[in-house]
Nanobody, 127 residues
Framework: QVQLAESGGGSVQAGGSLRLSCVAS????????MGWFRQAPGKEREGVAV????????YYADSVKGRFTVSLDNAKNTLYLQMTALTPEDTAMYYC????????????????????WGQGTQVTVSS
């Protein structure tokens, strides 16, 4: 089992930046596909960015490419999401998610393929 705990959300004005963190604990000595999803009020949860914990692939949603960067500090078992040039459309609850194995380009956006989830951290961007 893997436990995930997010932090770093908050309120920021449009154009600002935030960095989210996700600390993984438990059975982390395995390769995981880990990443970030978000859910805005009244909308479905969507994949934002994921990466392999072993050297592998990284995937981003088109809406965040060039603005968000996902990264990993293996020594700290921590996944990050650096968000820049934030817009009100980025307002959502952000969730850390993970599943054993490597990320796949054909399925990484499907929330149902992830077994491990954090509780979420709220990001609010005002105009």
């Amino acid at each position: 089992q893997v436990q995930l705990a997010e932090s770093g959300g908050g309120s920021v004005q449009a154009g600002g930046s935030l960095r989210l963190s996700c600390v993984a604990s438990g059975d982390t000595d395995i390769t995981l596909c880990m990443g970030w999803f978000r859910q805005a009020p009244g909308k479905e949860r969507e994949g934002v960015a994921v990466m392999d914990t072993s050297p592998g692939s990284t995937y981003y949603a088109d809406s965040v490419k060039g603005r968000f960067t996902v990264s990993l500090d293996n020594a700290k078992n921590t996944l990050y999401l650096q968000m820049t040039a934030l817009t009100p459309e980025d307002t959502a609850m952000y969730y850390c998610a993970g599943i054993k194995g490597m990320c796949g380009g054909s399925w990484w956006r499907n929330e149902h393929d992830y077994r491990y989830w954090g509780q979420g951290t709220q990001v609010t961007v005002s105009s």
